[in-house]
């Protein structure tokens, strides 16, 4: 069944893997579009913890698929949900034969159609000895997605917290259930009604209390001018209307400070509790980061003014609340779950918590004591606009109120009362997760009705009005203790028994519960990737590389790592720093004037120790993402350099109109890449033809048999054309120099721009290269293109006066027409076919060639098309017309 890769000097003979032959992004896409969308439903394995730029699991499963299966001996599929049926009864026709076996599937995958594999994708596959590494594992997704064939895995990441997310990823599939819940259950015991005491709010429907679900706080500053507080809202909105009031709003007075309800919050609207008229979305923060005094009218930048009074107070303003009382004795839910101005006893309460933090010394150990770290993105750069420490914001602890820290600080010390490691560190998990919504760095998303995420940018913004979640949860909200637990348990299911969703006919499919589990075979480092000393041991390597400046990753996954360092200092390696690793990141970081250069260069390391670790067969498929062909070139430079040859690319998102049109723009491609041992050389004059040929023939075959945007299509024929080149990096030669990767991708770019705009003369050529043309393949070629029968007819390269002929140059009308041209125009109408077939003609006929070359002039367009017609004839006199010296003279 195999094709053997390439034939590049010193190039060992290889079998081509599907990965390389073809690829289902149709498929693929479909999955992923609601993949995306429902990642808890999907894979809730991802959802234990945040990790940054995390890919989806879709892809990286039907990447393994792909990469994994070469050798049909080694492979075994059993039916989700039926340990022991194999593929002997896979496909069982009446008569109990197999029609189906993965030597067949293997065989069938090419460009035009690569989803005879794809039957396998929802099928629980199981591969031997193959060995996966991931030297840039960050949230773990390759790993899982190959461990889930029974490959043996190995990961690395330099960043503790991302090593700690894999590490608890690979380690749930081998969790007991019922071992997590009872210590959940130990741990509620001992600190959730400590906590929840704090969270509380007297009911406005009786004499009881209720749940609160969120504090609502608004940051409030002297008046530089006439010292009067200034609240800094932008507008009073505090959320839309809910269930009989979904048509309202939920709107701040600014005069009595309650919440009242409002029909439009851009309009004048009156309090129902004093009668006040305001317009609630006119309030006292402007455009530029400055503040509006409502008592002089004083404008002044809000940073300027914290800095001049050295901190900026805070005020509870509102309270979301939920109501158990009030639901279990079967009110609505209008009166159970609302909004409410806070009021004394809130103030109080949490003025007690404030007391018993301030009052529990040994309660600090359990709260990080770290000093923020000056950086890319926590001082203002070129990479975030925001200043941490321009808000008074000095330690990782300023981030959080004082209740916060004492319900975190008590949650912390219940979590290190458990005694399996690992229940601990899944615990552990669903609380420094929950850090993302119980922070005061996060406001209220009053348009949605819930809290907001910190990390839904890649950079800290401290809020004007903070939410304070509650920290334990109650029976309803986003974030808590709880519900991160609920999200870590659904993940140790899922992990000990996974499924898959797959699209039939436009219906999701969900598969029974596969027998294999995540992490039967698990090896991981923490610490930088070129320090890896492996050998010749790896079958593939798949991986996400970092991307440039993207995600400084290091300064944000500070924020998870200085809590995660309280409870793992003692237990490994990597938690006991101030910080996680910087200078080794392979990332352009302004801050640390890591430019772009480096990135290459470190980038050129990385990619030399993973052509070292693989195998002489081994491949390398990666995930990469970046904006322009500056980017493009310098990623195949440094692959290129340390002796890889790319073998296929496909695309994850693109956009073609920017790409040909040499925008700046978005790429998310797969690099499949194979080492090779020594290039060819090549001039850049059949390189280009090379190229150009293979971009054609690329786009032909995928417009015709494939459902692809011209996006995709683009990005496919990149990589083809970039595989032409890698052959041959080093050695391609113009005008007696040796070209770049950068200078050739960006020569990739326009000739991908010129083979997608197929013209008159790139169909007559398909046409020289059509055996027995007829006026059928005229139009069928035509589709699509920017050429039309009737324009070819009139060009006369074609005629039916006598049958279907051909307007070659020996052809007597297709002469005539051309020689009237010349002979009116001058040549300066004559396409370029034209004056190739013209000059061939009078070489045919012994005439004078090179007076007409002199006056048209010869460029990279003309040798070009003689190039290709000296191939699809076989004729070289198209070339030698242009300048060989030996027919000069004629």
Same mark, same amino acid.
């Given at each position: 069944?195999?094709?053997?890769?390439?034939?590049?000097?010193?190039?060992?003979?290889?079998?081509?893997?599907?990965?390389?032959?073809?690829?289902?992004?149709?498929?693929?896409?479909?999955?992923?579009?609601?993949?995306?969308?429902?990642?808890?439903?999907?894979?809730?394995?991802?959802?234990?913890?945040?990790?940054?730029?995390?890919?989806?699991?879709?892809?990286?499963?039907?990447?393994?698929?792909?990469?994994?299966?070469?050798?049909?001996?080694?492979?075994?599929?059993?039916?989700?949900?039926?340990?022991?049926?194999?593929?002997?009864?896979?496909?069982?026709?009446?008569?109990?034969?197999?029609?189906?076996?993965?030597?067949?599937?293997?065989?069938?995958?090419?460009?035009?159609?690569?989803?005879?594999?794809?039957?396998?994708?929802?099928?629980?596959?199981?591969?031997?000895?193959?060995?996966?590494?991931?030297?840039?594992?960050?949230?773990?997704?390759?790993?899982?997605?190959?461990?889930?064939?029974?490959?043996?895995?190995?990961?690395?990441?330099?960043?503790?917290?991302?090593?700690?997310?894999?590490?608890?990823?690979?380690?749930?599939?081998?969790?007991?259930?019922?071992?997590?819940?009872?210590?959940?259950?130990?741990?509620?015991?001992?600190?959730?009604?400590?906590?929840?005491?704090?969270?509380?709010?007297?009911?406005?429907?009786?004499?009881?209390?209720?749940?609160?679900?969120?504090?609502?706080?608004?940051?409030?500053?002297?008046?530089?001018?006439?010292?009067?507080?200034?609240?800094?809202?932008?507008?009073?909105?505090?959320?839309?209307?809910?269930?009989?009031?979904?048509?309202?709003?939920?709107?701040?007075?600014?005069?009595?400070?309650?919440?009242? !309800?409002?029909?439009?919050?851009?309009? &004048?609207?009156?309090?129902? %509790?004093?009668? +006040?008229? $305001? #317009? /609630?979305? =006119?309030?006292?923060?402007?455009?530029?980061?400055?503040?509006?005094?409502?008592?002089?009218?004083?404008?002044?930048?809000?940073?300027?003014?914290?800095?001049?009074?050295?901190?900026?107070?805070?005020?509870?303003?509102?309270?979301?609340?939920?109501?158990?009382?009030?639901?279990?004795?079967?009110?609505?839910?209008?009166?159970?779950?609302?909004?409410?101005?806070?009021?004394?006893?809130?103030?109080? !309460?949490?003025?007690?918590?404030?007391? &018993?933090?301030?009052?529990? %010394?040994?309660? +600090?150990? $359990? #709260? /990080?004591? =770290?000093?923020?770290?000056?950086?890319?993105?926590?001082?203002?750069?070129?990479?975030?606009?925001?200043?941490?420490?321009?808000?008074?914001?000095?330690?990782?602890?300023?981030?959080?109120?004082?209740?916060?820290?004492?319900?975190?600080?008590?949650?912390?010390?219940?979590?290190?009362?458990?005694?399996?490691?690992?229940?601990?560190?899944?615990?552990?998990?669903?609380?420094?997760?929950?850090?993302?919504?119980?922070?005061?760095?996060?406001?209220?998303?009053?348009?949605?009705?819930?809290?907001?995420?910190?990390?839904?940018?890649?950079?800290?913004?401290?809020?004007?009005?903070?939410?304070?979640?509650?920290?334990?949860?109650?029976?309803?909200?986003?974030?808590?203790?709880?519900?991160?637990?609920?999200?870590?348990?659904?993940?140790?299911?899922?992990?000990?028994?996974?499924?898959?969703?797959?699209?039939?006919?436009?219906?999701?499919?969900?598969?029974?519960?596969?027998?294999?589990?995540?992490?039967?075979?698990?090896?991981?480092?923490?610490?930088?990737?070129?320090?890896?000393?492996?050998?010749?041991?790896?079958?593939?390597?798949?991986?996400?590389?970092?991307?440039?400046?993207?995600?400084?990753?290091?300064?944000?996954?500070?924020?998870?790592?200085?809590?995660?360092?309280?409870?793992?200092?003692?237990?490994?390696?990597?938690?006991?720093?101030?910080?996680?690793?910087?200078?080794?990141?392979?990332?352009?970081?302004?801050?640390?004037?890591?430019?772009?250069?480096?990135?290459?260069?470190?980038?050129?390391?990385?990619?030399?120790?993973?052509?070292?670790?693989?195998?002489?067969?081994?491949?390398?498929?990666?995930?990469?993402?970046?904006?322009?062909?500056?980017?493009?070139?310098?990623?195949?430079?440094?692959?290129?350099?340390?002796?890889?040859?790319?073998?296929?690319?496909?695309?994850?998102?693109?956009?073609?109109?920017?790409?040909?049109?040499?925008?700046?723009?978005?790429?998310?491609?797969?690099?499949?890449?194979?080492?090779?041992?020594?290039?060819?050389?090549?001039?850049?004059?059949?390189?280009?033809?090379?190229?150009?040929?293979?971009?054609?023939?690329?786009?032909?075959?995928?417009?015709?048999?494939?459902?692809?945007?011209?996006?995709?299509?683009?990005?496919?024929?990149?990589?083809?054309?970039?595989?032409?080149?890698?052959?041959?990096?080093?050695?391609?030669?113009?005008?007696?120099?040796?070209?770049?990767?950068?200078?050739?991708?960006?020569?990739?770019?326009?000739?991908?721009?010129?083979?997608?705009?197929?013209?008159?003369?790139?169909?007559?050529?398909?046409?020289?290269?059509?055996?027995?043309?007829?006026?059928?393949?005229?139009?069928?070629?035509?589709?699509?293109?920017?050429?039309?029968?009737?324009?070819?007819?009139?060009?006369?390269?074609?005629?039916?006066?006598?049958?279907?002929?051909?307007?070659?140059?020996?052809?007597?009308?297709?002469?005539?027409?051309?020689?009237?041209?010349?002979?009116?125009?001058?040549?300066?109408?004559?396409?370029?076919?034209?004056?190739?077939?013209?000059?061939?003609?009078?070489?045919?006929?012994?005439?004078?060639?090179?007076?007409?070359?002199?006056?048209?002039?010869?460029?990279?367009?003309?040798?070009?098309?003689?190039?290709?017609?000296?191939?699809?004839?076989?004729?070289?006199?198209?070339?030698?017309?242009?300048?060989?010296?030996?027919?000069?003279?004629?």
């Amino acid at each position: 069944m195999s094709e053997q890769s390439g034939s590049s000097q010193g190039r060992q003979e290889r079998t081509e893997l599907p990965i390389e032959r073809g690829f289902p992004i149709e498929r693929v896409n479909e999955i992923a579009e609601k993949e995306g969308r429902a990642k808890m439903y999907y894979r809730p394995i991802y959802t234990m913890h945040k990790w940054w730029a995390r890919r989806l699991g879709c892809v990286f499963r039907a990447i393994s698929l792909y990469t994994l299966l070469d050798d049909p001996e080694k492979v075994s599929v059993f039916e989700p949900g039926h340990e022991g049926s194999t593929l002997a009864d896979y496909g069982d026709d009446a008569d109990g034969e197999s029609d189906v076996d993965v030597a067949s599937l293997l065989e069938r995958v090419d460009m035009t159609d690569p989803e005879s594999l794809w039957e396998l994708y929802p099928k629980d596959v199981r591969v031997e000895d193959k060995k996966i590494l991931d030297p840039f594992m960050g949230g773990g997704t390759s790993l899982v997605e190959a461990s889930r064939f029974g490959a043996e895995v190995v990961g690395n990441d330099l960043n503790p917290v991302a090593w700690f997310v894999t590490k608890k990823e690979l380690e749930a599939g081998q969790t007991d259930v019922e071992d997590l819940e009872a210590a959940f259950e130990q741990v509620k015991e001992d600190v959730a009604d400590e906590i929840t005491q704090y969270y509380k709010t007297p009911c406005p429907n009786g004499d009881h209390d209720a749940d609160v679900m969120y504090n609502l706080w608004v940051k409030e500053l002297d008046c530089v001018s006439c010292g009067h507080t200034v609240p800094l809202f932008k507008d009073y909105r505090v959320a839309t209307g809910r269930y009989d009031n979904d048509d309202k709003y939920n709107v701040l007075c600014p005069d009595c400070g309650a919440v009242t !309800l409002s029909d439009d919050w851009q309009s &004048e609207s009156v309090c129902n %509790d004093c009668g +006040h008229g $305001f #317009v /609630p979305k =006119e309030g006292n923060v402007s455009r530029g980061g400055k503040y509006n005094c409502p008592d002089c009218g004083q404008k002044y930048g809000i940073t300027d003014a914290i800095q001049e009074q050295g901190k900026q107070d805070l005020r509870l303003y509102a309270v979301e609340y939920y109501c158990t009382h009030c639901e279990d004795a079967g009110e609505e839910k209008i009166d159970y779950k609302g909004y409410k101005q806070s009021g004394q006893e809130d103030i109080d !309460l949490f003025n007690e918590a404030r007391e &018993e933090w301030e009052e529990s %010394d040994e309660l +600090h150990e $359990f #709260v /990080p004591d =770290e000093e923020i770290p000056e950086g890319a993105i926590t001082a203002a750069s070129s990479v975030s606009g925001n200043d941490v420490f321009q808000h008074g914001l000095k330690k990782w602890q300023d981030m959080f109120n004082s209740r916060q820290l004492l319900s975190l600080a008590k949650l912390f010390v219940a979590i290190d009362g458990v005694e399996d490691q690992n229940l601990k560190e899944l615990l552990l998990i669903a609380a420094t997760d929950s850090l993302r919504y119980n922070t005061m760095m996060v406001g209220y998303h009053n348009s949605r009705g819930h809290i907001d995420n910190l990390t839904r940018t890649n950079s800290f913004n401290p809020p004007l009005y903070p939410a304070e979640n509650n920290v334990w949860g109650t029976r309803s909200g986003s974030g808590t203790f709880t519900a991160m637990f609920d999200q870590v348990q659904t993940a140790v299911e899922y992990a000990k028994n996974p499924t898959e969703r797959h699209i039939v006919d436009g219906e999701t499919i969900e598969s029974d519960p596969f027998n294999t589990p995540v992490g039967t075979s698990v090896t991981l480092h923490q610490g930088d990737m070129r320090t890896l000393d492996y050998e010749d041991e790896f079958d593939a390597v798949i991986t996400d590389p970092p991307y440039y400046d993207n995600i400084i990753y290091s300064e944000v996954s500070d924020y998870f790592y200085v809590w995660q360092k309280i409870l793992l200092e003692d237990e490994y390696p990597g938690f006991d720093q101030d910080k996680t690793p910087r200078a080794e990141s392979i990332v352009t970081n302004p801050y640390l004037e890591k430019t772009a250069e480096d990135f290459e260069s470190e980038l050129g390391q990385a990619f030399a120790v993973i052509k070292r670790a693989l195998k002489d067969d081994g491949s390398l498929t990666f995930t990469y993402h970046h904006s322009d062909s500056e980017s493009w070139g310098e990623l195949l430079e440094s692959l290129c350099n340390v002796g890889f040859e790319v073998t296929a690319t496909y695309p994850i998102t693109a956009d073609i109109n920017k790409f040909i049109g040499g925008e700046a723009v978005s790429f998310d491609i797969i690099v499949v890449a194979r080492p090779i041992d020594e290039t060819e050389p090549a001039s850049w004059k059949s390189l280009r033809r090379d190229i150009y040929r293979t971009a054609r023939r690329t786009r032909k075959q995928l417009e015709e048999n494939r459902d692809l945007s011209r996006g995709d299509i683009g990005v496919m024929e990149m990589g083809a054309c970039f595989r032409e080149y890698s052959k041959h990096h080093g050695k391609v030669q113009r005008g007696g120099e040796i070209m770049s990767a950068k200078e050739v991708v960006q020569e990739i770019y326009g000739i991908i721009q010129e083979a997608s705009d197929i013209g008159v003369e790139d169909v007559f050529i398909d046409l020289l290269d059509t055996p027995n043309p007829s006026f059928d393949d005229v139009n069928k070629l035509c589709r699509g293109t920017n050429a039309k029968p009737d324009e070819l007819k009139e060009m006369c390269l074609y005629n039916q006066d006598d049958g279907f002929q051909l307007g070659t140059w020996d052809d007597e009308k297709r002469q005539a027409y051309i020689q009237e041209r010349v002979n009116g125009d001058g040549g300066d109408h004559l396409s370029n076919l034209d004056k190739l077939q013209f000059l061939r003609y009078r070489y045919e006929k012994g005439q004078a060639v090179q007076n007409y070359v002199q006056k048209w002039g010869v460029d990279d367009d003309l040798r070009e098309l003689a190039g290709r017609l000296a191939d699809v004839t076989g004729d070289d006199a198209y070339a030698r017309v242009l300048g060989d010296r030996d027919i000069t003279s004629y």
